[in-house]
């Protein structure tokens, strides 16, 4: 599908997990559909674990299952089973006034998996060239993107021009066609670093992850299913770590070598896991909040990081993102296969009107998160961990926090709840 002209029902400018993810559902329900990144697909496909892995929620899982990417996924990932969340401080034992999560309290499936980003890009690799309808231009850009009522012009850097109903910007926090379009985006700067990497452990993880709230920062150990050929015979266990620290204290940190790294971490995850040692690459990213003051224009959908930025403290980014893709396939493929027109402002407002209040509670949640946690004031230390210990006493408000973390908030349906949409 390379010709010169190509007349699709949506162009979606990002092949990052949010736009490939969107443009596989569109493609698996029959749309005629375009996808641009400015990079080349096959080198985002590493050979070896980097370190990265993402937190993926059950809801996200059937999304990716309905959008036929799941099953390409190279090895089984990690099921998540169960959730430890304490307060603490470094070199000091959790909390033991603490939250305790077990998935199978709430049904037989995981709050979710953990799925290497590596291996994401492998199934999402496999997926999108392999669907008849749908035309990959990687490495492309969007040297001309006109949007006019009557409908959208992409013009590539490559030659190709691509005309479509709808528009979807999926390029990420930077999102140039956000910017082009005159949208606000709000951010709130965190001053904190977040460091995302792994480590191989002596004792088992037992499928369960915690999350230790810190003074500067919350820590997260996730489960990984292994550690792959950086395994030994003392240290035959992975888990992942998302770690948000202060700025200063975090570039220090990532300066370490190796030994008094792995000290660091043990110093924060406790003594359950026995000796850590870390392996792959480290990686870091300033974090901060954004918020967009609307998430369409003209023949334009926002979708993924270039909408919206939430603190890591829950792993919550790229789920919301999926939940972004949920929402607009499905009222995309309704007007498409209703004989509407899919980049329609009505279609475009019903789809802002389903994610703002969503990504708004997120955003809010997730910082008010951080702000209760993240001090070290005497009074509210004893205040939160008096919460936590009266969440675990109460089974009905524990269950509704464990149904969010699945990603299965009040309201669920369509994708998000396991029912395909259209054809595979
Ligand atoms: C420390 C940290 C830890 C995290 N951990 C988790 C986690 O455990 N679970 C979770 O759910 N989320 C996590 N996230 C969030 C997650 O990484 C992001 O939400 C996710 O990557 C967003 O995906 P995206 O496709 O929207 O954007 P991106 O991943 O940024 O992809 C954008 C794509 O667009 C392409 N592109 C950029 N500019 C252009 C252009 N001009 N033209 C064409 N293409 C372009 C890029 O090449 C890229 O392929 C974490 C984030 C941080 C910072």
Redesign the pocket.
Known sequence: MQDHRLDVAACI???????ATLAATLAAAGLPVAV????PLPPMELQDFDGRA??IALASQRLLAAAGIWAHLPGAPCPIEAIHVADGRPGAPPSRLSLHWRADAVGPEPFGWMVEARALRVALNARLPAMPNLAVFAPA??AAVERHEEGATVTLSTGPVITARLVVA????NS?LRRGAGIRAATLDYHQI?M?GAFAHEQPHGNGALEQFLPNGPFAQLPLAGPGHFGTAAFPHASAF?WADRTAIAQRMLALPDGAFGRELRRRLGDRLGAVRPIGRRWS?P?SAMHVSRWWDTRLALV???AHGVH?IA?????L?FRDVAALAEEVIAAWNGGGDPGDAAVLRRYQARRRPDTLLMLTGMHALERLFGNDIAPVRVARRLGIAAVDRIPSLKRAFARQAMGLGPGVTGLLAGQPLGRS
Do not use: H
């Open positions: 400018i990002g092949a990052g997990p949010v736009g641009v990144d400015s990079a993402y937190a850009q969007a999926a390029e990420g926090r140039p977040g995302v998302v990213y974090l993924g990081d270039a890591p792993g919550q980014g790229l789920n993102g």
